[in-house]
């Protein structure tokens, strides 16, 4: 038995034994039930779903995603900058060392991989120009490394510090650091996709009107199923409660023209296995509505059940609610 066969099997064990535990009957039926139809749209795992098995109980090392990934039954996976950490000295050589190793485990289990998803590496809507240069330039090195990679894209954040109160300067400055990072990514042919991931970036509006002005074909948006958040409690950009929230399937209906990606979020599963706070089955409507047929990542967030849990029922979700579409 070679080593990908192995993992398979190893994987379709695992579905029948302790890591289904904690589900529900009904989301266990759909997970062992072969679907009689086969979806619009390939399924890929975002490591963000695992991040607590990889920074709190560090039972996963973060070398071992992929392989995680594909006993879970999974496509493709999408990394996230912010789960390796590189060697201050000398970033370059550090982040050359992790993409070989992360390319030859992904080959060996016979994964996609499909983006990077860039976080912490300074802001690109930053009202200084001086503060997006940087903010490219730290980008950049990872425009390099999905290259290398083969993946498709890298997520971008639309941050910016002294802009994110006024959408008028925001707007200019988004258009300045979004559009020379997609002038150097598309030398290599990679997207540069800004996730709607709160304030401003979370008003399908007035993103949309940032990916227009630009005009790149590979500067995009990853929609994502459950960032809707514009403003928060205290002003704060995370960590208190949403205050003014937009509206969720008119910002998928905006985002989707401008997608090369999208992101399942999902929080927690009643006992039917539907998200208790999204509606799974509209959201996959409007995303086949436009004609995407690419990735939909698993990105799951909720505390009730395990990441395992959680990531399988977003998983039997998204099938489920698939074979039932118009």
């Known amino acids: ?26 989301i266990l039926e759909s997970l062992l039930t072969n679907n009689s139809n086969k979806p619009f749209f390939k399924l890929s795992l975002a490591q963000w ?25 999974f496509d493709g996976i999408e990394y996230v900058s912010q789960l390796y ?33 860039v976080d912490n590496e300074g802001e690109l809507a930053a009202a200084n120009k001086k503060d997006r240069d940087e903010a ?5 090195k990872w425009v390099d490394a999905a290259s290398e990679l083969e993946c498709h894209s890298i997520r971008v954040n639309l941050f910016g510090t002294g802009t994110e109160q006024d959408f008028n300067l925001w707007l200019e400055a988004s258009v ?20 709607n991931h709160g304030g401003l970036s979370s008003d399908s509006e007035k993103l949309t009107q940032v990916i227009q002005v630009i005009n790149h074909r ?19 950009r995370w960590g208190t409660p949403c205050i003014e929230e937009y509206d969720r399937y008119k910002g998928m209906l905006e985002m989707m023209p401008f997608a090369h990606g999208v992101s399942a979020k999902s929080y927690d599963f009643d006992k039917k296995g539907n998200e208790t706070t999204i509606d799974y089955y509209k959201m996959l ?4 509505n436009a004609k995407y047929n690419g990735f939909i990542g698993v990105e799951y967030e909720g505390n009730r059940l ?7 029922a977003t998983k039997s979700l998204l099938l489920k609610a698939a074979n039932q579409l118009k």
């Open 136 to 140: 490219i330039a730290k980008h950049s």
């Open 49 to 73: 779903s695992l991040h607590k098995a990889i920074l709190e109980t560090k039972t996963l090392s973060n070398l071992d995603f992929a392989k995680k990934a594909k006993q879970l039954g």
């Open 1 to 26: 038995m070679n080593r990908r066969h192995f993992i398979s099997s190893t994987g379709k064990a695992a579905l029948a034994t302790g890591v289904l535990s904690g589900l529900s009957n009904t």
């Open 285 to 288: 409507q409007i995303v086949k």
């Open 176 to 195: 300045d650091g979004l559009s020379r990072l997609s002038q150097y990514a598309a030398k290599s042919n990679i997207n540069v996709i800004v996730e």
């Open 306 to 312: 395990t990441e395992e849990e959680g990531i399988l």
């Open 218 to 236: 590979n500067c995009g948006i990853l929609p994502d199923f459950g960032n809707f958040c514009v403003k928060r409690q205290g002003g704060e």
């Open 85 to 117: 950490k590189l060697d201050e000295s000398n970033q370059s050589a550090s982040l050359k060392k992790l993409v070989k190793e992360l390319k030859l485990r992904s080959s060996d289990v016979g994964i996609k991989n499909v983006l990077i998803m």
